[in-house]
Each structure stands twice: as C-alpha cells, then as structure tokens.
C-alpha cells in the first residue's frame, strides 16, 4: 500500500473504511438507510441479481443459485505467486457465495492514463481500488462508481456493516451520496528510510535522524561499493521520495499537492500542522525555500553520482534492490518494508530504520479513506462483488489467504501465534510477500507479528502511534471537477519540469524553480488554488 501509501506513493503512502456498530447504533443506521435509499439515483445491487432463488446464502440469504464471475482491479504488479493464491481463493469464494473472481493489475506508472480509461471504456469491472489520493471523488463525480446505500451494507456486507465507524461513512460521503467502502482498519505508518549498518560504521555516522544527514554514507558507497547506486530510484514510488523527505525536514509536508495528491505532479499544498489550514502555492512560504533547499541538495548528490543517471527507466524499487546490495537506501513505510528486512535478515545485512517525520516529529495519520474499494457503476454483479468483498475485507480466513497467501507455501504460523516463513523457503524466494499483491483494505487487526521482525523494526513499531498526528484535512477530499483541466495541465508540466527538480537533474536550482513556477501559473494553478481554497474552508468550517 504507498501508504504513497502511497504514502508510498506512496507515496505515495497517503498510506488505509467503513461501517457501524450493530449494538449503539441500529436506531441511527436504520435512519441513514432510509434516507439514504431514497436519495439513491443508481441502480441497486438487488436489481442484478438473478430470479433463480434455489440457493439462498446461510448469511446474508442472497440467491447464489447462478455462478458469477467477478473482476476487480487492483494497483502495482501481481506477484508470482498470484495463480496460486486466486486459486485458493476462488476455491472458498466458490464454495461461500458460488462466485469466482479475476484480478487484473494497473502499474503504479500506468494509473494517471489508464485507471480513468478502465471506468470509462465500460470494460468489464466488478470493483476497483480507489482512495482519497486515487482518483476517489474525481471518478464519484463522473458516475464511474455505483452509489451504495446503507441497506447495501446491511444485506451484502455485514461482517464490515458490524465493524465500521460511523465516521467513515460521513468521510466517504460525496455531494451527500456514497461511492466507496473503505477500511475498517485505517494504516498506522510512517515512512521509512532504511539504510546498511556497515556502511553507516565505515562512514563515521552515528544515528542519522533526517535525509540532509546521509550525504557521508552516499559517500562511503560511492568510494567502496562500485556495484551499488547510493540512491537508486525506481521511476514509480522512489522518484520523487528522496526530495520529498529532504522537504519534510523544513515543514509538515504531505509528500503530495493538497490538490490531486499525486506526488508526482506539482499544485498547491498545506502545512498538515498548521491549525488554520492555509493553502499554500509554490511561492508561499515554507514551501519555496523548503522545494529549493531539498532541490539544492538533491542537485549536489546527482552531479557527485548518488543518483541513478536514468530513474525514469527503472522499474525496480530500492525496496527491492536494497537487499541485493543494488541501492545503499531503501525507501518505504513501516508496513510495506517488512519483506525488505526480512530478506536483508536472512542474507546477514544489519538494518538501520529511520522514520521520515516533520520538524516536530510527527507523520500524518491516515483516513478511512486511505484505502477502499468502489463498485463500478457499470457492475452486472454488485450484490456478489459487495459479498465478496465483505468476506476478503473481514473473513480472516480471507484476510490471511489474500494478503499473505497459501499457509504452508508462503507463511506459516508458529506455536506463539507470530507470522513465520516455511522450512527451507528465504523471504527472497517468497512468491506472494505480504502487501505486495494490493488488497491494502482488508482489516488489519487480524495481522500477524513477524518471526522476522527485528530489534529496530520492533522499537519502531512500538513508536507508531506516538508518531501519529491529526491533521486539519483528514478525510478532506477535492472535488477537481471545475479545474479537472488545469489539474491534468499541471500533471504534464511536472513531467518536463518537476521530476528533474527532484532528482536534482538540472543547472541551476533558482533558474529551475522559476520555470516550473512560471509553467505552472500558465496551466492554471492559481484557478485550482481559488477553488481549492473554497473546498477547503467548506471543509473545515464543517468541523466546527
């Protein structure tokens, strides 16, 4: 999940729900559900389902007479593993709700291009990923995604209907109407830089606490470790992470524009701990003198070679080449670089985590909204794909086969009740790595610790929490549609001149910097900030 997500990008890794209690709060859901039923314009999940009422689901008492197959959408890239693990699924999917599902895959590079084309050519979708950073209210907006109703919940979903806040309904609301279920169980996370301990020793440096401080270390890698790039960049998550976490250490960056929430793309932003919430461009301050000193830094590491001369044409994440003595770095969040330490465990690398936190050491909380699902509005299935979800979401049985994989294959679990690898396999080796394969939304309270885990990710784990900080926009999502064109005119301008800024690919940093301004100001960014700034006091002021 990046966490992006996205923080991650999650960055990306902004990052990860919804639903109520059935005991306090029957009187106000039985309420919603009305109301909302009667507002609904879309079609009902009730409607697809078949007239054949032979078989009759133990729970929920759908029809499950006629076999459906269901296809979902998920991000990233599909593991090894991936025939295995859905054939293990469809085999309980089958035999629970006589349905079977197909799970395609869009790149992280791919989903600026591909995942509104997915929803707009019809294609066959059941459901999709989406998020407050992917695309959630620009797709509600444009009826890609089917209304859900709060008896949808109740009669499709109510192992999630149980478990759910009421505050992520209100969340994922949209113009008054919902379009999303999101996790029950919101990340805990915070961005990581993981680095090796035998160089940190060789380099003289001693518990680094921010980016600017590893400039030794890059150093020692590029003297002594000819086949390893000290920053080596893929040109999906890892791209702009770097500069990202060098502009965190001057202001409560959220790694993204506050407007799209791309952290590939450039717009106007918001320091998260800044109580009033005020809407800050790319001349404002902090964020001119944070973007050029991060720029400044970052041109000095490229022309010294710490960077990767070509991040646009790597596909592999220094998550990945970090345990292959490829990348001195390894960037990613406290939830998905579990599989990375391990690896690095196993091969005898001594691991060293530092948390990316802002100048008051803090990292943002997550939302409800961080990671869910929609139903296409175009589902021939929504009922089965709601039930569906609902056991994947909240089935532990489903939650450990999806996330995790084939118990004796990919993961075992030990006598003490912790996460551990089969006899004879290397996490390396592993063909279904936990998180790799996207099903972020499931509920998190079923997880495991890892046998794995070690000292310093256990200190770190333990220091979640206390990292974790509310900001003014959580669950705050913009609604694009009135700028939707100057957002995508601000998404080709950072492709010429953001991401070279960022890698530090450029001449000169004051001469860059005004370039991408004045491109920016020329594709629209001040009428994205009016309206932005409208949403977001609309927004705050509801809070009151």
Not at 107 to 133: H, R
Not at 315 to 325: A, I, Q, T
Not at 398 to 410: C, Q, R, S, T
Request: glycine share 6%; with cysteine; charged share 20%.
């Amino acid at each position: 999940m990046k966490s992006k997500k996205m923080s991650s990008w999650i960055m990306l890794s902004l990052s990860v729900v919804l639903a109520f209690t059935l005991t306090a709060c029957n009187s106000s859901k039985n309420n919603n559900a009305s109301e909302s039923a009667k507002s609904s314009s879309k079609p009902t999940a009730s409607a697809a389902a078949s007239t054949d009422t032979s078989t009759a689901s133990p729970t929920t008492g759908a029809d499950h007479s006629k076999e459906v197959k269901l296809v979902g959408y998920l991000l990233g890239e599909a593991p090894k593993g991936m025939p295995e693990v859905m054939a293990s699924l469809n085999e309980k999917l089958k035999k629970d709700i006589n349905a079977t599902l197909e799970i395609n895959y869009i790149g992280w590079g791919d989903i600026a291009s591909k995942y509104p084309l997915i929803l707009a050519a019809g294609e066959n979708v059941d459901f999709i990923f989406t998020a407050d950073w992917n695309f959630y209210v620009q797709e509600a907006n444009k009826g890609s995604f089917m209304e859900l109703t709060s008896d949808m919940f109740q009669k499709n979903m109510p192992k999630y209907y149980a478990k759910q806040d009421p505050a992520a309904y209100k969340a994922a609301l949209v113009n008054g109407k919902q379009f999303m279920i999101p996790t029950t169980t919101p990340d805990r996370k915070v961005n990581v830089i993981v680095l090796r301990k035998d160089i940190m020793e060789k380099a003289g440096l001693t518990n680094p606490t921010k980016m600017s401080e590893l400039e030794p270390y890059f150093a020692e890698i590029k003297k002594d470790y000819p086949n390893m790039i000290p920053l080596n960049l893929d040109s999906q998550y890892d791209l702009p992470t770097p500069f990202g976490d060098l502009v965190s250490e001057k202001f409560a960056y959220q790694g993204a524009p506050f407007d799209s929430g791309d952290p590939s793309s450039v717009g106007n932003y918001t320091d998260n701990e800044d109580p009033t919430g005020k809407v800050l461009s790319m001349t404002d301050e902090p964020v001119q003198s944070a973007y050029k000193y991060a720029a400044g830094i970052m041109k000095k590491w490229y022309e010294a070679g710490y960077v990767n001369k070509n991040p646009y044409a790597n596909k592999v994440r220094s998550k990945d080449n970090f345990p292959e003595g490829k990348s001195g770095v390894a960037f990613g969040n406290s939830i998905d670089i579990q599989a990375t330490l391990a690896a690095c465990k196993e091969k005898g690398i001594d691991t060293y985590i530092m948390p990316v936190l802002s100048p008051t050491g803090h990292a943002p909380s997550n939302s409800w909204l961080n990671n869910g699902v929609a139903i296409a509005a175009s589902s021939k299935n929504p009922d089965r794909a709601m039930e569906a979800l609902d056991l994947i979401m909240q089935d532990e049985s489903y939650v450990m086969n999806a996330y995790y994989g084939i118990e004796g294959k990919n993961y075992v679990i030990t006598s003490d009740g912790k996460l551990g690898l089969p006899d004879g396999l290397k996490a390396a080796d592993n063909t279904y790595p936990p998180d790799a394969a996207g099903f972020w939304f499931v509920n998190k309270d079923f997880f495991k610790p890892s046998v794995d885990w070690t000292d310093s990710y256990i200190d770190l784990n333990n220091k979640v929490k206390s990292y974790l900080a509310p900001i003014p926009y959580l669950g705050f999502s913009f609604n694009s549609d009135n700028v939707k064109t100057e957002i995508a005119n601000l998404k080709n301008v950072s492709t010429q001149y953001f991401l070279p800024f960022t890698v530090g690919a450029i001449k000169d940093v004051d001469s860059s910097f005004d370039q991408l301004v004045s491109k920016m100001k020329a594709a629209g960014v001040d009428k994205v900030k009016t309206e932005l700034e409208a949403q977001a006091s609309a927004f705050l002021a509801s809070k009151k």
